[in-house]
């Protein structure tokens, strides 16, 4: 290998150890390492990134609680609770 390849996979090295965003770790294929990052979750399927897990389309409670490590009931009951929060927050719009 040359040294202008090594010095390349070397900076690209360094951009994936340095970053947040999902959309480097998931077009390199590679798992973050970032475990102060707000995204990550300990999930290798997804790249350990709640972003790609979510960009993989419609989930079930069950592949949700999986990544989390919870069950689908706590899945639902939290989703109750989200949906509670937001239809308490929503604004009527007749009202506009």
């Known amino acids: 290998m040359s040294d202008n390849l090594l010095d390349e996979k070397h900076m690209s090295d360094k951009v994936l150890e340095d970053t947040t965003c999902f959309k480097e770790h998931k ?3 590679r798992d973050c ?3 102060g990052c707000r995204y990550w979750i ?3 399927s997804s790249n350990n990134c709640t972003m790609i897990a979510a960009d993989k389309g419609p989930m079930t409670l069950q592949e949700i609680g999986d990544i989390f490590g919870v069950t689908r009931m706590r899945i639902c009951q ?3 609770s989200v ?3 937001l239809c308490s927050r929503t604004i009527d719009l007749s009202d506009l």
Request: proline share 0%; aromatic share 0%.
């Open 78 to 80: 939290i989703e109750k």
């Open 27 to 29: 077009d390199a294929n």
């Open 83 to 85: 949906l509670k929060k």
């Open 33 to 35: 390492q970032n475990t």
């Open 42 to 44: 300990n999930c290798d």
